[in-house]
């Protein structure tokens, strides 16, 4: 029974009852750590990933009808659910009961990697066929959804995902909508060519598979209705979580001397806790959806009134919904535009919980940028607000501008009034017809994303009897988030324009008057560029009503919506059977159905506590003191940890890495912003988080040296890390020469690089457990056990044999949990070994972001010289490193970034590179260190020269590319024989199959006839240098039969188990007569355990997987030679012999079955990786949006062990790179403390970023000597090849600063721009021009024989 004061609800048809909790507590908390179900994963904590999706089902026990939908539940309040249904990843299916077909798909279409946002996006999934399969469309062929390939693309708009590149995941999506030509889906395992695609081959779906809703609820909830009235019966005094059914109630409860004295919150869907994020405890919570009036729909002939309660998924839905009887086409068309518009705000599962009223509290008394404040501001809507002693009806406007309401006031409605066409003669019109267009420009077009403007255009339009011009009637101009306080209208181009007949010069007049009001305020960012979008989109908006404009541009400024497609050449040779087959990941199902750990998975034990960090913000100060405020948070503080806490013997120690070690703690002087202080040991995470944010640290500088804070305060202060002699790049040639026979140079050019953050979906996480005999183990997110091993030991001053560090899987890692995850480990390890208790911690987004560091920014100032034909004869590059506090992996970079830059023939190359170190934090291996610059750099040089020179830069980047021998000179041993060398013919091919010229011309003619829409297309050779690294393997087969393996290299979503599971198979082949696949299935790949396999190394630069591989084959060639002669002496006894015989004979004969190896590759074991691609794409000259219209890529793979491993590996580094190169942008304050920090500042690729045509293909060029297998390396070179996005995207830029140059558009300033990575918005924008519109409207003035 659903017991007064307690909260019931089931989660996968499990009934929960909870009498006391604190109210607080989110749907994600309590899953996490009160049920068994690990399905739902923490990500980010405020609705920008969708790690932590689930399906919420409510039944309404009058109509009978369930109805459910996806909602983050990180942001859920667990109070909110009562007699509520929550299905997870694991209620869809798992491997006890059956895994569900959208798991199985996600396995068999290879779309899942580390698996950390698996079980999100299937939740977001299931939701999109739920809600498609309860619409009243025709019933499917069997085996589909209802859903339509449109929809099912968007379904996952709001996840985000690290590793696969969105690619595949769409393609499961997809594989629901009948509407899909399957044969279009990408690679996967149901059918190895497209002409056997068939839906029978496919998992089967069953809409009616999942029960959402148990019965046993619906009963309860069927006897109980009657006592679920008012807040009295349905809230729980205990849980302090209250519902009112009327505004009586309410007001009673707000008056009451208890809640006086209270720290009160009202919510409806919670969702604000995403956007300002909560760091003090309330301690009762009024819940507003149980009031009636706040969930009304009402439409009549005046238009819509929703409740405020109404959820944006609601009022999307009646919005949309046509009504022929009540109202006309342009009314509809309103309503419809702003659906569509809402359709953007948020994601799928935040606006199936977020209510309009809550939004637009949220902009009317905290600023918030709100996209609805803004088009309903347009559509001229009112708003119905209760006040306690009164009621009153508001223009939206005039609620908008009124000081902030307390939480008294509360909204009970907004009216959006139905616009009609009517009759109007005052102007010798006869009718006048109602435009309404709505526009926003945020980094991502869907997911998740906030504007940096917004607006919305309502307008009565007449066309004048006599002379045919159109006459503006009436206008409504609204803009929003640009900076402003709220959503305005631009009153003064309203009054301007009405009445006018709309010319050029009306609008240029209009134009002038609207900058001066739409003015951000003062610290906004990017100021300028948000008024020219003003100026953008009310040009959109007139374009097509202005007299001499309107023909002019036609459908040129609506950049259409494609859907993804894709192609997969992938070539693989079974030659190695199972090694070479496209087989799916290891354990890719159970990631999907949510059963696959995580560290933070794992039950936490009796007594554990939890950590947070308390962080320096000042880059180098003294720390005086710190001190907590008393608030309900800071009562929760159960211990504090500092570097006093280190034990005797112990040294304050965080990291390690050849070079050096890093603190742990600051001592008494904190020398960057981001440096741990202390931790905050808690009952929970969330308390922890929230007490570590309360700290108030007391700081001085005084006496203290200013912080060394960019790379030209290192010179100035000669703050450099040395590298060692033998880790500096040799040079090549002889400079001076190469610079005397150039006919032409360019000296002390610049190129500016970025960091960029790790972004991994698993935030930093690590759980310590003390054990007998000052022993701890350890439970460590971490690319390098041994090294977190080694930190522990030395922190704690016990040997390292008193430390155990296992490692299952890692939610992704990118090189960031190389050394950078020891610091949580070890102050883990430390508050467990102090506080002889449980401990665990797990990094909230906002720490994990500020503390971890990430790539390195550089300088880097180079002079070239060269030939007239383009033939570059020298360069000279100064390379000034940002290193960060520490060394860390920084000595190593130097050769990565060359290594990488000499993928061109450079004549002579020489260098000087600094390591600067500096007051921010460490800078550590991100995915392709070193390399992703050196290749860029090489690329930005040959663009300037080809600029400079006035040549196609494909000719220049043709001509420098290198022969064999010019490679030998640059590469040496690592070049390998000539025939290895397949960059050549790959560029050559890749031209062809992607019809590189042919397309290169279309480009040029749509430029031609595109003003407002330019498109560039561009590509990019690789030349890659990796060097596989010792690596143990061991290999044991237990009296059953199966297999237990394990490697020195660690599970992070690259597949390495699946190769080394394969391998194994093949290693032990021969001892199993055509039994390959069988071993296969009896292969397990274990965790990874300090105490059982040393020497493990880390897991990092794309050779762990081959070298984890090659240590297996070893083992198993220990294996098959001790059991061999068993097997062919029981052979000659018995005849053949299966697998389970040998095994059983060789125990009896004590054959020892367990074999370990420690493979060291030889000097000459580091190789070149090659690849190109070619990227399209198109520019958004009025908003500086990019659109990647098309990727294709070669990448040579050798002889790939795994190739449907390898694809993933192409295609997610591939969009990982678009990050890096086009919207990942890391900012700091002035005092170098990472401010983009979080999913609303920090935005990585999306499913909407990727390449609308992504084609690749995983090339097989035969056979190599001295490599595993003829294998080689794929998770980090193809990261390289997205500088053709930022090259097409130069490329479009040229074309549109060509079309609005004043001057002769061959000037130099046109081809030639500083244009630094990321290519942001913003930035594209900037180039082409924030006064490009302005200048179009200008230059037409004369031509418009003075009708203007
Ligand atoms: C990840 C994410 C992305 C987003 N992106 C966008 C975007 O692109 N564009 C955009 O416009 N918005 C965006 N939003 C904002 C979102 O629309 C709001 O968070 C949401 O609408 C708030 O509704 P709620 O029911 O969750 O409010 P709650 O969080 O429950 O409440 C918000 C505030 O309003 C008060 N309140 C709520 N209802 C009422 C009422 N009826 N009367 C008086 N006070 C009330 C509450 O007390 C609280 O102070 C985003 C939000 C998130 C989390
Ligand atoms: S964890 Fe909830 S959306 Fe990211
Ligand atoms: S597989 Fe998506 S984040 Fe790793």
Known sequence: MAAAGKLVFAVNGERFEIAEVDPSTTLLEFLRTRSRFTGPKLGCGEGGCGACVVFLSKYDPISGQVNGSSVSSCLTLLCSINLCSVTTTEGLGNSKDGFHSIHQRFAGFHASQCGFCTPGMCMSLFSALNNADNTNRPEPPRGFSKIRKYEAEKAISGNLCRCTGFRPIADVCKSFAADVDLEDLGFNIFWEKPEDANVERLPPYNQHKVCT??????????????????????????????????????????????????????????????????????????????????????????????????????????????????????????????????????????????????????????????????????????????MPSERLILSLEEFLEGPPYDDRTILISIHIPYWSSASNSSFGTSKYNIIFETYRA????????????????????????????????????????????????????????????????????????????????????????????????????????????????KNNLHIPDVILSSKQVVEFSTENFPVGKPIKKVAAEIQASGEALYVDDIPSSKDCLYGAFIYSTQPFARIKGITFNSTLVSSKIVAYISINDIPEGGKNIGSSFTFDDEPLFADSLTEYSGQCLGIVVAETQRYANMAAKQ?????????????????????????????????????????????????????????????????????????????????????????????????IAKCLGIPQHNVRVITRRVGGGFGGKATRSNPIATACALTAFKLRRPIKMYLDRSTDMVMVGGRHPMKVTYSVGFKSNGKITALYLNLLVNAGISEDYSPLIARAIITCLEKYNWGALAFDIKLCKTNLTSKSSMRAPGEVQGSYIAEAIIEHVASFLSLDVDVVRKRNLHTYESLKLFYGSSSGEAPEYTLPAIVDELFTSASYFNRLEMVLHFNSCNKWRKRGISWVPIVYEVEPLPTPGKVSILNDGSIVVEVGGV????????????????????????????????????????????????????????????????????????????????????????????????????????????????????????????????????????????????????????????????????????????????????????????????????????????????????????????????????????????????????????????????????SSFQFDPPATMTLVKELCGLDTVEKYLEALVPTTHGEV
């Open 213 to 386: 809703f148990p019965e046993f609820l619906k009963c309860e909830i069927n006897s109980s209705m009657n006592t679920l009235k008012s807040s009295k019966d349905n809230g729980s005094l205990e849980c302090q979580w209250y519902r009112p059914a009327s505004f009586e109630e309410l007001y009673e409860l707000l008056n009451s001397s208890e809640f006086i004295e209270s720290h009160v919150k009202m919510v409806v869907g919670n969702t604000m806790s995403g956007v300002y994020k909560e760091i003090n405890l309330y301690d009762k919570y009024i819940s507003l959806t149980g009031i009636p009036e706040l969930s009304i729909i009402e439409r009549n002939s005046k238009g819509f009134t929703l409740g405020a309660a109404v959820t944006i998924s609601k009022a999307i839905e009646v919005l949309k919904e046509r009504d022929g009887s009540t109202l006309n086409s342009e009314g509809e068309l309103v309503f419809g535009k702003i659906a569509e518009h809402m359709d953007k705000v948020a994601t799928p599962f935040v606006r199936n919980m977020a209510s309009l009223g809550g939004n637009l509290i949220m902009a009317q008394r905290y600023q918030f940028p709100s996209d609805i404040a803004t088009i309903l501001l347009a559509a001229g809507s009112t708003v119905c607000l209760q």
């Open 442 to 553: 945020a980094p991502r077009p869907l997911g998740n994303a906030v504007s940096y403007l917004n607006s919305a255009f309502l307008a009565h339009v007449a066309s004048d009897k006599f002379s045919g011009d159109i006459v503006l009637l009436k206008l409504h101009l609204a803009f929003g988030a640009y900076g402003t306080e709220h959503a305005i209208r631009a009153r003064k181009v309203e009054n301007f324009l009405v009445g006018k007949v709309l010319t050029v010069t009306v609008l240029i007049e209009a134009i002038k008057l609207l900058k001066e009001i739409i003015v951000p305020k003062e610290g906004t960012s990017h100021p300028r560029y948000r008024t020219s979008l003003a100026v953008a989109f009310l040009f959109k908006f007139f374009q097509p009503l202005t007299k001499d404009l309107a023909q002019v541009e």
């Open 695 to 791: 700290a108030i640290v007391h700081y001085s500088t005084e006496g203290l040296e200013p912080p060394i804070l960019s790379v030209e305060d290192a010179v100035r202060r000669s703050s450099f890390f040395d590298i060692p002699p033998s880790l500096y790049p040799a040079k090549v040639g002889d400079l001076a020469r190469g610079m005397d026979e150039a006919d032409h140079k360019i000296l002390s050019a610049e190129v500016k690089l970025e960091s960029e953050h790790y972004f991994y979906m698993e935030t930093q996480t690590a759980f310590a457990i003390p054990d007998e005999d000052d022993c701890i183990v350890v439970y460590s997110s971490t690319q390098y056990p041994e090294g977190t091993q080694g930190v």
């Open 1051 to 1310: 599970e992070i979503g690259q597949g390495l188990w699946t190769k080394v599971k394969q391998m194994a198979a093949f290693g032990l082949e021969q001892l199993w007569d055509e039994g390959r696949q069988h071993l296969l299935d009896r292969v397990r790949i274990i965790q990874a355990d300090t105490l059982s396999l040393v020497q493990g190394g880390f897991t990092a630069g794309s050779t762990k997987s081959e070298a984890s591989c090659q240590a297996v084959r070893l083992a198993c060639s220990i294996l098959v030679s001790r059991l061999k002669p068993l097997k062919q002496r029981l052979e000659e006894q018995m005849g053949s012999i299966s697998w389970d015989t040998l095994i059983t004979q060789a125990n009896l004969q004590y054959v020892n079955l367990s074999a370990s190896t420690y493979w060291v590759p030889q000097d000459t074991s580091s190789y070149l990786n090659y690849g190109a691609a070619i990227s399209e794409v198109e520019i958004d000259v009025l908003t500086g949006a990019t659109t990647i219209l098309r990727a294709d890529l070669t990448y040579d793979c050798g002889q790939s062990l795994s190739p449907a491993v390898d694809l993933g590996q192409i295609e997610g580094s591939f969009v990982q790179g678009i990050g890096f190169f086009v919207c990942e942008k890391l900012e700091e304050n002035s005092d170098g403390l990472v401010t983009s920090d979080g999913t609303w500042t920090y935005k990585i690729p999306s499913v909407d970023t990727i390449p609308k045509n992504f084609n690749i293909r995983v090339m097989n060029s035969g056979h190599h000597k001295d490599r595993v297998l003829s294998s080689k390396a794929s998770g980090e070179p193809p990261l390289l090849l997205a500088a053709s996005v930022h090259s097409a995207i130069r490329k479009a830029i040229r074309s549109a600063r060509a079309d609005f140059s004043s001057t002769d558009p061959n000037n130099s300033s046109v």
